[in-house]
């Protein structure tokens, strides 16, 4: 039978190549960073663009996705807020497409009012379309 014998006392001592705390210490400050930068990050990078024929979105912080969903394609808007959202009177837009799986476009972060005005402009650009 084998004995695990843990050196409590060398845990503390003074010659240690890193001095106690420091890797969990570094981690928390480094998670808080990223947990703080990454969602202004995600939002900066965001853009959308309502164009004659079609909506326009851009996205990502180190893999940019530019995403062209055509007016003709769309089959209806949604303006969401969830509890968090509502909060802050932040809402999103979420365009529904002909399709199957992955077939809605979302566009968060929006100023509530500004998603109900984007979803009413969107609206009538389609119905300036069909015409």
Same mark, same amino acid.
């Given at each position: 039978?084998?004995?695990?014998?843990?050196?409590?006392?060398?845990?503390?001592?003074?010659?240690?190549?890193?001095?106690?705390?420091?890797?969990?210490?570094?981690?928390?400050?480094? @998670?808080? &960073?990223?947990?703080?930068?990454?969602?202004?990050?995600?939002?900066?990078?965001?853009?959308?663009? $309502?164009?004659? !024929? =079609?909506?326009?979105?851009?996205?990502?912080?180190?893999?940019?996705?530019?995403?062209?969903?055509?007016?003709?394609?769309?089959?209806?808007?949604?303006?969401?807020?969830?509890?968090?959202?509502?909060?802050?009177?932040? @809402?999103? &837009?979420?365009?529904?497409?002909?399709?199957?799986?992955?077939?809605?476009?979302?566009?968060?972060? $929006?100023?509530? !009012? =500004?998603?109900?005005?984007?979803?009413?402009?969107?609206?009538?650009?389609?119905?300036?379309?069909?015409?």
């Amino acid at each position: 039978m084998v004995a695990l014998v843990i050196d409590i006392a060398g845990i503390a001592k003074a010659d240690r190549a890193i001095p106690l705390g420091v890797i969990s210490g570094t981690t928390v400050l480094i @998670g808080g &960073l990223l947990a703080t930068l990454l969602p202004v990050l995600r939002h900066r990078f965001w853009r959308y663009e $309502l164009r004659t !024929e =079609e909506l326009a979105l851009t996205r990502g912080i180190w893999n940019r996705v530019h995403t062209v969903v055509p007016l003709r394609r769309i089959q209806h808007l949604d303006v969401s807020q969830d509890v968090i959202e509502r909060n802050f009177s932040l @809402g999103r &837009l979420i365009v529904h497409t002909a399709g199957t799986q992955g077939s809605s476009v979302v566009v968060p972060g $929006l100023e509530f !009012e =500004e998603a109900e005005r984007l979803r009413s402009e969107v609206k009538h650009a389609i119905n300036e379309y069909a015409v």
